[in-house]
């Protein structure tokens, strides 16, 4: 089956700096990358559209400008979280679309700001 | 998209069919519904969608009520390694899914 994989698998980082997470398709092109968030025992909240080429479109709420998504191939898609606090640790999880019915999951980025 | 509801958690006998229920009164007709489940810390996995008619796949069978307001995921054969949160979502076909809380089904030996 198609494979999504993210990186790094868990980061820690201070308060007030940016981390990076990236997202690929291993094995497909996906046109569009989604990125969610999981708070602990709560369920995915869609954060951002992204399609390759063009802007991400954010959900309500999200902060475009603290969330910086860049798509720039086919196969990667990466997530900067800006001035990092503690409130944003979280489970930050990819997909990518093979088709409109079929989400691939990436495995997931733990992200402590301490 | 439309809003799902399910139970908040489920429990099967290892072997034993597990059917697990969600209502989505309001879906609108382009909607699809679809399944996904999410094993403890990893991502969800697609597991099977449908628009009107029952599917099948490999994984699980899908049976959508007539009037669509309500549909039950079915895995014949439940094991251990089914145990995780089940996600019923109804959408459309931007992709954009919009997860609920689920329900947790736990596979007992």
């Known amino acids: 089956g198609a494979v999504v994989s993210q990186h790094p698998s868990r980061v820690i980082c201070k308060s007030g700096t940016s981390v990076k997470i990236e997202c690929r398709s291993l094995d497909f092109q996906a046109t569009t990358m989604f990125w969610y968030r999981q708070f602990p025992k709560q369920s995915l909240m869609l954060m951002a559209t992204s399609n390759e080429g063009s802007k991400a479109t954010y959900e309500q709420g999200v902060e475009k400008d603290k969330f910086l998504i860049n798509h720039a191939s086919l196969t990667l898609s990466t997530l900067t979280v800006t001035s990092a606090h503690p409130e944003d640790s979280s489970f930050y999880i990819c997909?990518?679309?093979?088709?409109?019915?079929?989400?691939?999951f990436g495995p997931g980025t733990r992200l402590t700001v301490t | 998209d439309a809003k799902t509801t399910q139970p908040t958690s489920m429990d099967c006998a290892e072997g034993r069919a597990a059917n697990l229920p969600c209502n989505h009164s309001?879906?609108?007709?382009?909607?699809?519904v679809y399944w996904y489940r999410q094993i403890h810390s990893q991502g969800p996995q697609y597991i099977i969608h449908?628009?009107?008619n029952n599917e099948t796949n490999e994984m699980a069978s899908l049976i959508i009520t007539e009037d669509r307001k309500s549909s039950t995921l079915i895995l014949p054969h439940a094991t251990l390694r089914d145990t995780a949160v089940y996600y019923c979502i109804a959408g459309g076909s931007q992709g954009n899914l919009i997860f609920g809380k689920g329900t947790k089904l736990s596979v007992k030996p």
């Open positions: 309001t879906i609108s007709g382009n909607e699809y």
């Open positions: 449908g628009l009107k």
């Open positions: 997909s990518a679309s093979l088709a409109f019915y079929e989400q691939y």
